[in-house]
């Protein structure tokens, strides 16, 4: 198989959440492959851009914080990176936050937020972008959804409603995009070591039965994540619309 269909030489990916974590791995795994990257993140993205520009690709960064935005916020964003970078022509929506409580405690305002930043925002943000992918014939839509996009969890009803629904918005979306040259397609991570998850892997009565379930053995990593998002968002993927893709060390066949 010709090494071709994985090139993204001359392709303008936009990453949420690219300043750390997943979003961050998948940035770096898009770049390594020669795409340009627009970074979307409410913090600092120097580390990213280091990392790109050692591979010798462009980047862009667009603070915002996706907790706040509205979409028209969304819009611009898009409109900023086709005007900046010369066009767009891979989103991939890995930003996320999640928070902690009781189901009989959850407060409305953290319930709000999550799914603001989790669900809201892919949707409102696929849509801007889409808009732009519609008007040239293609692009590559990714959304990182979760184990719980299939699970309830426990203590995390905010994020496991958010992480459904992203499964559901990836496929009305390719549903509604494929005949456009659009591909939709979602990733499940499994147990990541991120800053999100660093209060269950330091939880040793969390920790252990976590593992013990984990057909690989060990925790996954966000550089885990470089191979798919590079298929998924490459011509190798053309024909896959809708399709959700398990990152799990085999977590979710347990």
């Known amino acids: 198989m010709s090494s071709e269909l994985f090139d993204l030489t001359g392709r303008v990916a936009m990453v949420t959440g690219a300043s750390r974590g997943i979003g961050q791995g998948i940035a770096l795994g ?34 915002c914080d996706l907790a706040e935005a509205s979409v028209a916020d969304l819009q611009k964003l898009v409109d900023q990176a086709v005007e900046l970078m010369g066009g767009l022509d891979i989103l991939v929506n890995a930003a996320g936050t999640i928070t902690r ?11 709000d937020q999550v799914l603001q930043v989790n669900l809201k925002a892919v949707m409102y ?3 801007a972008a889409a808009r732009h992918f519609a008007e ?3 692009g590559k839509i990714i959304n990182i959804a979760s184990a719980l996009s299939v699970q309830g969890g426990i203590l995390v009803p905010a994020y496991a409603a958010a992480k459904h629904g992203v499964v559901g918005v ?3 979306l390719a549903n ?3 005949a456009k040259g659009i591909n939709v397609n ?10 999100m998850t660093a209060p269950l892997a330091a939880d040793p009565d969390r920790n252990e039965p976590i593992l013990a ?9 966000p550089s885990d994540f470089a191979g798919v998002a590079v298929f998924l968002a490459s011509r190798a993927s053309d024909y896959c619309d809708a399709s959700i893709i398990a990152v799990d060390g085999g977590w979710l066949s347990r």
């Open 30 to 63: 898009l770049a390594g492959a020669g795409a340009d990257i627009v970074a979307i993140s409410r913090g600092s993205c120097e580390e990213t851009e280091r990392e790109v520009a050692t591979l010798g690709r462009r980047f862009l960064h667009l603070p």
């Open 101 to 111: 409580h009781s189901v009989l405690e959850y407060p409305e305002e953290e319930w």
């Open 125 to 127: 943000l696929s849509q």
């Open 136 to 138: 040239v014939g293609k």
């Open 170 to 172: 990836t496929r009305s």
């Open 176 to 178: 509604e995009l494929a």
């Open 186 to 195: 979602a990733i499940i991570p499994g147990y990541i070591l991120t800053d």
């Open 213 to 221: 379930r984990i057909p690989a053995g060990r925790w996954g990593k």
